[in-house]
T-cell receptor
């Protein structure tokens, strides 16, 4: 049973515009959320995280929003750049370092 | 480069066989994690080791086993392989000193079972 879901397998965005990647989760015990980025032939790399005590966390062009009541988080990338083209995974944790990952969204930023 | 190395990069084998995947964590990291990514699936957590001992277990099949050695490298053993075991297997590491640590992933081993 997939506890973390990314319902959009792919997304295309024009360079300079906003990219919004979405993620839903089912386990109300999750209290820590992360986004990882993955380029082809490489392992995932950590991008940004958020604790459930916050509803927003920003790091440069990347902002993660958390809506606990809707069990939904999103990653905003503004402005999008061609180098952002990658697969983005969201992940969640209820305790310790055991993370549950979504299936990923492939982002293509068109120059 | 995350500092985590995995060998081999690719592995092709037949059903019923046994393979061993190897992972060397980042220098200084005590925790090692194994994940499986099948087609159209997210990364499924398999197992975590901390300083040689099993720390957490996820959706790991009984045909699979892992261990972490005194030099902190880890091996994932897959036996009685089935077609459905074809997947990308990732290893990750973290310092192991706290909770909610960033995990640093290796490039993965792509396993194809024919």
């Amino acid at each position: 049973d997939q506890q973390v879901k990314q319902n959009s397998p792919s997304l295309s965005v024009q360079e300079g515009r906003i990219s919004i990647l979405n993620c839903d989760y089912t386990n109300s015990m999750f209290d820590y959320f992360l986004w990882y980025k993955k380029y082809p032939a490489e392992g995932p790399t950590f991008l940004i995280s958020i604790s459930s005590i916050k509803d927003k966390n920003e790091d440069g062009r990347f902002t993660v929003f958390l809506n606990k009541s809707a069990k939904h988080l999103s990653l905003h990338i503004v402005p999008s750049q061609p180098g952002d083209s990658a697969v983005y995974f969201c992940a969640a944790s209820a305790f310790g370092n055991q993370f549950y990952f979504g299936t990923g969204t492939s982002l293509t930023v068109i120059p | 480069d995350s500092g985590v190395t995995q060998t081999p990069k690719h592995l092709i084998t037949a059903t019923g066989q046994r393979v061993t995947l190897r992972c060397s964590p980042r220098s200084g990291d005590l925790s090692v994690y194994w994940y499986q990514q099948s087609l159209d699936q997210g990364l499924q957590f398999l197992i975590q080791y901390y300083n040689g001992e099993e720390r957490a277990k996820g959706n790991i099949l009984e045909r699979f086993s892992a261990q972490q050695f005194p030099d902190l490298h880890s091996e994932l053993n897959l036996s009685s392989l089935e077609l459905g075991d074809s997947a990308l297997y990732f290893c990750a590491s973290s310092p192991g000193t706290g909770e909610r640590e960033t995990q640093y992933f290796g490039p993965g081993t792509r396993l194809l079972v024919l």
